[in-house]
T-cell receptor, first 111, second 115 residues
Framework: QKEVEQDPGPLSVPEGAIVSLNCTYSNSAFQYFMWYRQYSRKGPELLMYTYSSGNKEDGRFTAQVDKSSKYISLFIRDSQPSDSATYLCAMSRGSARQLTFGSGTQLTVLP | GAGVSQSPSNKVTEKGKDVELRCDPISGHTALYWYRQRLGQGLEFLIYFQGNSAPDKSGLPSDRFSAERTGESVSTLTIQRTQQEDSAVYLC?????????????FGEGSRLTVL
């Protein structure tokens, strides 16, 4: 069983839709939770970062962490075609430097 | 300033040959990471450098894989006697000292195809 599970999609939504992306994990030692966005043929870039449980909002993006359920989510409001990319969840243990990534969800926002 | 630079961007090689992949991190970044991304899969941690020492090599899949780094500069990932299962995108990332936990700055990757 993988430490981090993520539905690979692909997910296709119309412009303006609310998108929900999710990951589950098995290791309760994870404390830092990240969402990375990866455009085709590019390296991933950090989108959102959350420490422990709770919500964090940044513009159209909201990250949620529920440590009791070992479940994290990324919501995208008013989705745009420019949001079309692969979204990777990632997490780390304490001060551990390496991240454990999910397999990524491929999102397409149709104009 | 310039981002993380990786070369070659694409490499096609025959099974059994050795390959070298190069990473030039962002200037001033002290930590450097190598990850592997197989088609349709997430990023798989390979090795982490702090300066030119590698405190964590736990992700290197076999003794065919090795990496080195010169000071806080360029790193080279070497794969000896390549196998078809080595086909993947090899991503390098760097972070500054005291940077945000979990924020890695990635290059665009080196796409390796082993025939």
């Amino acid at each position: 069983q993988k430490e981090v599970e993520q539905d690979p999609g692909p997910l296709s939504v119309p412009e303006g839709a609310i998108v929900s992306l999710n990951c589950t994990y098995s290791n309760s030692a994870f404390q830092y939770f990240m969402w990375y966005r990866q455009y085709s043929r590019k390296g991933p870039e950090l989108l959102m970062y959350t420490y422990s449980s709770g919500n964090k909002e940044d513009g159209r993006f909201t990250a949620q962490v529920d440590k009791s359920s070992k479940y994290i989510s990324l919501f995208i409001r008013d989705s745009q075609p420019s949001d079309s990319a692969t979204y990777l969840c990632a997490m780390s243990r304490g001060s551990a430097r390496q991240l454990t990534f999910g397999s990524g969800t491929q999102l397409t926002v149709l104009p | 300033g310039a981002g993380v630079s990786q070369s070659p961007s694409n490499k096609v090689t025959e099974k059994g040959k050795d390959v070298e992949l190069r990473c030039d991190p962002i200037s001033g970044h002290t930590a450097l990471y190598w990850y592997r991304q197989r088609l349709g899969q997430g990023l798989e941690f390979l090795i982490y450098f702090q300066g030119n020492s590698a405190p964590d090599k736990s992700g290197l899949p076999s003794d065919r894989f090795s990496a080195e780094r010169t000071g806080e500069s360029v790193s080279t990932l070497t794969i000896q006697r390549t196998q078809q299962e080595d086909s993947a995108v090899y991503l390098c990332a760097s972070t500054p000292r005291g940077g945000v936990t979990g924020e890695l700055f990635f290059g665009e990757g080196s796409r390796l195809t082993v025939l």
